[in-house]
Each structure stands twice: as C-alpha cells, then as structure tokens.
C-alpha cells in the first residue's frame, strides 16, 4: 500500500508541475508558460509612464510588447512568431492577448510559442505585418548614411 501511495503522490506532484507552469521544453531548459495581457507599443507607454525619450514614429514604428497587470511590460523576441505581432502594430494595439511561450526575465523578453488577439485573427495580422514592412523597407531604401530614418505614416502619434 505505501509504494502506491508513494507512486500516486509522484503523479499527482508532476502533474501539478505541468499546469501550473505550462509544459517543459527540453531543447531551451525552461518551463512554457501561458499568458494573459495587453499588447501594446512598448516606447510609448515608457515614455508615458517614466518619461523615457522614445521616438516610436522615427525609429521603431511603435514595436509592440505585453502589459501584464501588474503593470510590467515584456518585450517580444523577434523571430518567425513575434515578428508579425511586433510589426502589426495597427492591428493589435491595445488588444487583449493569450500568449503561451517563453520568458526570459534576464532581458524582460517573452518568446511567442502560440498567441490569441481578441478580435483579431491570424490572417489579419499577418497581412498587416507583411504592408507594414513594405512601409518600412521603402522608407529605409531612401535613408542616407549618418541620416535618421524618417517614417510619415506614425509621425506626431505621441
């Protein structure tokens, strides 16, 4: 009777370890967890809340990241998942998103494995990431050397 009792503790211990922190990948070391937040353009909500001097419309186009409700905001790492978030800003800004993945609190950065927009489907953002790098490459096809790059389509947002 004590090695079954001993056996289903384990299960029951492993189990809980699974749900509570969202599976385990082996190939990067750390659990996958699943998230609840507002995506939103990182540079201007520091700039709104600690006076950061971003310039969204001049440089980033107002890269988008995840609030939590604590308040913290987590970059998105820039690869073949994040990469039409980040761009579809116009898209998703100010929605609300479930997003299972990696954190890395070294760097406030949170690697997408999945993401839900509410109200917003994945063809939507794709599409809008896809015209917003089209901008984007046009506007850094004309930059000079030493100049900044100068995007009109987000100047004067904030």
Not at 42 to 68: E, F, P, R
Not at 112 to 129: R, W, Y
Request: with cysteine; aromatic share 4%; net charge positive.
């Amino acid at each position: 009777m004590n090695k079954f009792l001993g056996v289903l503790l384990m299960g029951v211990v492993l189990v809980s370890r699974g749900a509570v922190a969202g599976g385990w990948d082996s190939a990067k070391g750390i659990d996958q967890v699943s998230l609840k937040g507002e995506l939103v353009c990182t540079g201007c909500n520091l700039k709104k809340l600690s006076g950061a001097n971003a310039q969204c419309s001049l440089y980033s186009l107002h890269d988008i990241g995840v609030k939590l409700a604590d308040g913290t905001i987590w970059t998105i790492v820039n690869n073949a998942k994040g990469h039409d978030i980040i761009r579809a800003h116009k898209t998703v800004e100010n929605k609300s998103a479930v997003i299972s993945g990696w954190m890395y609190p070294n760097a406030h950065q949170i690697e997408i494995a999945s993401i839900k927009v509410k109200g917003v489907s994945a063809e939507e953002i794709a599409k809008a990431a896809w015209e917003e790098d089209q901008k984007i490459a046009k506007a850094l096809l004309k930059r000079k050397v030493g100049e900044a790059p100068v995007h009109t389509h987000g100047a004067g947002r904030h």
